[in-house]
């Protein structure tokens, strides 16, 4: 169970879900890539790619920014 404090449930074990970009990040194998509409979703991915030791390069395109896994 937890312990309640003040009306809040303090738990532990509870794990963490993961965000789309990171199951993105996951399934990206190298030479794929992703068109984001803004340049900071486009970092987000890189910085997922980062996270669990890939690569990526992202680039100003024309319809946005689009993300490759390189490594």
Known sequence: MGK???????????PVPKGNTAEVAEEMEVG?????ESRPKANFL?????KIGLMGK???????????RTK
């Open 4 to 14: 309640l404090i003040n009306g809040h449930l303090i738990e532990q074990d509870v």
């Open 32 to 36: 794929d890539s992703v068109l984001f």
């Open 46 to 50: 890189q910085a997922e790619l980062r």
């Open 58 to 68: 992202s680039r100003k395109v024309k319809n946005g920014y689009r993300v490759w």
